[in-house]
């Protein structure tokens, strides 16, 4: 869907969301396609890139604010589909952040030793669930629907300077803005789960405070960033590539700006994709090796925010 594509069916113009966001298309999938069958792609990419079996999977993390259904989790649709019975299958619902806390809950699994496969799904149908009339368009041109996946094992770390490994992670919440990017219907909050009068309000569209989300998405992602850079003694020299939440072109660029990063050396989507939230840095890591900017050794940093309000960030050796 391009922005013209949109434009069509609501009042919007490429111009307006190409100024404010860089989103210039997004991918919305047919009625047909569920998130799980766009993680089941992923997934199966990420294993048959790792040079293992399905049956090698030990454990599945599927972090998305989109299942296919309110329960069972995704991680459950997609076990399915892999045909992998009886390994823990555990959904992460931190959305934009969705992705960093499922890499920190899969690494903390291999660390203590309860698992040592460990496929880590980020994957959302957002279109489905957006308000394409005039009311929702600020909302609406935002989102797109992707997948990404990685496959992490377990390993030995002689040296965590140099030995390819998750080297840490940093997760963080702030619960009292939880209202200001939400989706407040349907829900164990009302006198009823649904009700007519939630559709009639619009609560079964997201809603969002954008100013607010913008101003603490360019503060809490540098700090995290440089959280994570100063606990491990390294510099924003040191890391070879770094992936941000791709929520919108304009954060990105208030965030390298205020960490002084040089432009090639951050990978973006978000002109293609729009915000694919939980599936977003996954999908910066694919393009970053496709292009050639991700090699095994170099020093990876990622980072996101979003929704809860959450945020977090990761540092890999690759
Ligand atoms: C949403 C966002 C792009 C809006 O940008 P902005 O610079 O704050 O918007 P502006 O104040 O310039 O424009 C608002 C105006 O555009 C209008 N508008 C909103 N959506 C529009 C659209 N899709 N097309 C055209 N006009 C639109 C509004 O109605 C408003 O009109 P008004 O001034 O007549 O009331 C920006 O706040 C943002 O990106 N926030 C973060 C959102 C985000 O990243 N969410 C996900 C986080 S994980």
């Not at 454990?59 to 604010?65: Q, Y």
């Not at 090699?295 to 959450?310: D, K, N, Q, R």
Request: hydrophobic letters at 45%.
């Amino acid at each position: 869907m391009t922005n013209d594509d949109l434009a069509e069916v609501m009042d919007t113009s490429d111009e307006w969301i190409a100024q404010r966001t860089g989103i210039r298309e997004r991918r919305w999938v047919d009625a047909d396609t569920t998130t799980s069958d766009l993680a089941l792609e992923a997934a199966t990419a990420a294993i048959a890139d790792a040079g293992i079996e399905p049956g090698a999977i030990d454990m599945i993390v599927f972090a998305t604010l989109s299942p296919d259904h309110e329960f069972p989790g995704n991680a459950c649709f997609l076990q399915a589909k892999l045909d992998v019975p009886g390994i823990p299958a555990m959904d992460v619902r931190q959305q934009c952040t969705g992705f960093v806390y499922a890499m920190s809950t899969a690494d903390a699994m291999i660390r203590v030793g309860n698992a040592d496969t460990v496929l880590v799904v980020g994957a959302e149908v957002h279109s489905k669930g957006l308000d394409v009339s005039d009311r929702g368009r600020d909302v609406s041109v935002l989102f797109g629907d992707g997948a990404g996946a990685v496959v992490l094992q377990a390993t030995e770390v002689a040296d965590a300077r140099h030995d390819s490994h998750v080297w840490d992670t940093r997760l963080h919440a702030d619960g009292s803005f939880a209202d200001a990017l939400w989706l407040p219907a349907p829900g164990m909050a009302y006198e009823r789960f649904i009700s007519e009068e939630q559709f009639t309000e619009g609560l079964n569209y997201p809603q969002m405070d954008g100013r607010t989300v913008f101003v603490n998405a360019v503060k809490r992602m540098p700090e995290t960033v440089e959280e994570i850079l100063s606990e491990n003694g390294v510099t924003v020299d040191d890391i070879d590539l770094f992936v941000f939440h791709q929520a919108n072109l304009r954060i990105i660029e208030a965030v390298a700006h205020r960490l002084d990063l040089p432009p090639e050396k951050v990978v973006n989507t978000i002109d293609r994709t729009a915000n694919t939230t939980a599936a977003t840095l996954p999908l910066c890591l694919d393009e970053a090796r496709r292009l050639g900017k991700l090699e095994p050794g170099m020093l990876v940093v990622g980072a996101a925010f979003g929704s809860g309000f959450t945020w977090g960030s990761m540092l890999l050796r690759w």
